[in-house]
């Protein structure tokens, strides 16, 4: 959502705000002026992320509605400063309406809305995911080995959660159409491709090597331990932990940075970022905001290393 640009929507009370704002408090023309500049912005923010109609209704407004805001605020360019009074400028509006009754509940008064320095996810260059994703095989060609592969390949080409990687079944993957079923957050199901390379260590993992693990125990999941059983989140971890440092890469690698490393490489190639957010799982598009800031910071590196006079 950087450079909203559409029409601010009708906003009960702002006016009566800006009135206390110049009489009781004696704020200058220019003050008050910002103040809805900012008031402004968070109500177009509210109706573009279709949360309330194109009429601000307050008693609608939730904290989570402020939390995203706040993330949003993050992802953008704006120097902590005016984070801090544009965050300021909400708190104090919210907490004019709580105090004149037109709004039961003031949202910003159980929250901190102070500015926190932006913690970016982590992630690996794109030949660093090559690398660890192929590596299983390099190294041995036991079933264990095949399943490491079909899972690091399905993690990168997906973006699934690592939750939801080792909770599917056999029946979520569809090798005819390359592309696999997950239930998400609150239970929201999503449709995601994968690329040939996925599938074919997929095929060859369900084909050859799935059914020498297969116990009692192992039921319809998909991708088994040593054991028959499901493979666990920390069993996952382990294995990425495992292929990572035989590749020397940083011991800050996560199962999330696959999960990160897919939307990063997807942006960096030109990928709309709606379609990102879809594709991740993400209700809000300020929670896929957060990966246009590395690739900012991939551009200028580009730059820096690309231009003559840098």
Known sequence: MTNIKLKAPNIPFLSEFLDYLRVERGYSV????????????????LTCQQKLSSLIRWNRLSEENLYEFQKFLSTENYKPSTRSRKLASLKS??????????????????????????????????DQAIAL?????????????????????????????SSELINLNLDDIDLRANRVRCLGK?????????HSLAADRLGEYLNSHRIKLVTDLSGKALFLNSR?????????????KKYAQMLNLSDNI????????????????????RHVQELLGHA???STQIYTHITKEFVREEYETAHPRS
């Open 93 to 126: 509006f919210l907490g004019f309406l709580h105090r004149t009754g037109q709004i039961d509940n003031d949202p910003s008064s159980k929250i901190s809305l102070r500015v926190t320095r932006l913690k970016l996810p982590h992630t690996i260059s794109i």
């Open 228 to 240: 028959g059983g499901r493979i666990t989140r920390q069993g996952y971890w382990l294995t990425l």
């Open 254 to 273: 996560t199962p999330h940075s696959l999960r990160h490393s897919f939307a990063t490489h997807l942006l960096q190639g030109g990928a709309p970022i």
């Open 133 to 161: 994703v192929t590596k299983p095989l390099s190294v041995s060609t036991t079933p264990i080995a095949s399943r490491d592969e079909a899972m690091l390949q399905l993690a990168y080409a997906s973006g699934l959660r």
């Open 30 to 45: 220019h003050t008050i002026e910002a103040y809805k500049s900012d008031i402004d912005q968070f109500a177009t923010f």
């Open 284 to 286: 809000s598009i300020s």
């Open 186 to 194: 609150g239970n929201k199901e999503r449709i995601i491709p994968f």
